[in-house]
């Protein structure tokens, strides 16, 4: 059975730093990209972050660009969301979820399995 | 990033009634677009990928059509368990969801 499990949200004061773990077990991590999507209270989601399998590509969301890492350590099954410089407006659920490429040539892809979320607040 | 519209944004809809949710791109997007469904305080679940694929698990009363800009996620008899937010995605992009409601 496919789970992803993350930890390390809690409360940050504005300009702060948080590390968001997600563990992974169930399919062979490393085969995959994983993404970090977000939720703020009440509104809609939003992509945050990918990775590639290897690690060797990284995207981000203009908004965290700078700010936000995205990295994976595949002997551990884990990814992470380093989280520096936090603002008011990175509040938000933060889940963990893995991408399934439809056409890997085209870039398209879902998210097939997501985590159950784990709640940043960024408030002094 | 291609813009994801979604309408409504919210409606109301009885227990066995046929229900259609649209969903448009801002430029051709071909049948690459998929559909989640998210119940208050849970993670959001695939039901719909490609546009027309149906994930393993998901019942049969829902389905996906589409393709180019114009896309719809239809449930064909609503049961109480489907009272949720509705979203489609397309790569990076999510629309703004449509919350789905009991009259």
């Known amino acids: 059975e496919v789970q992803l499990v993350e930890s390390g949200g809690g409360l940050v004061q504005p300009g702060g730093s948080l590390r968001l773990s997600c563990a992974a077990s169930g399919f062979t991590f490393s085969s995959y990209w994983m993404s970090w999507v977000r939720q703020a209270p009440g509104k809609g989601l939003e992509w945050v972050a990918n990775?590639?399998?290897?690690?060797?590509?990284?995207y981000y969301v203009d908004s965290v660009k700078g700010r936000f890492t995205i990295s994976r350590d595949n002997a551990k099954n884990s990814l992470y969301l380093q989280m520096n410089s936090l603002r008011a407006e990175d509040t938000a659920v933060y889940y963990c979820?893995?991408?399934?490429?439809?056409?890997?040539?085209?870039?398209?892809?879902?998210?097939?399995?997501w985590g159950q979320g784990t709640l940043v607040t960024v408030s002094s | 990033d291609i813009q994801m519209t979604q309408s409504p944004s919210s409606l109301s809809a009885s227990v066995g009634d046929r229900v259609t949710i649209t969903c448009r791109a801002s430029q051709s997007i071909s049948s690459y677009l998929n559909w989640y469904q998210q119940k208050p305080g849970k993670a959001p679940k695939l039901l719909i990928y490609?546009?027309?694929s149906l994930q393993s698990g998901v019942p049969s009363r829902f389905s996906g059509s589409g393709s180019g800009t114009d896309f719809t996620l239809t449930i064909s008899s609503l049961q109480p368990e489907d009272f949720a937010t509705y979203y489609c995605?397309?790569?990076?992009?999510f629309g703004q969801g449509t919350k789905l409601e009991i009259k």
């Open positions: 990775i590639k399998q290897d690690g060797s590509e990284k």
């Open positions: 979820a893995r991408a399934r490429f439809v056409v890997p040539a085209a870039g398209q892809y879902y998210f097939d399995y």
């Open positions: 490609a546009a027309s």
């Open positions: 995605q397309q790569r990076r992009s």
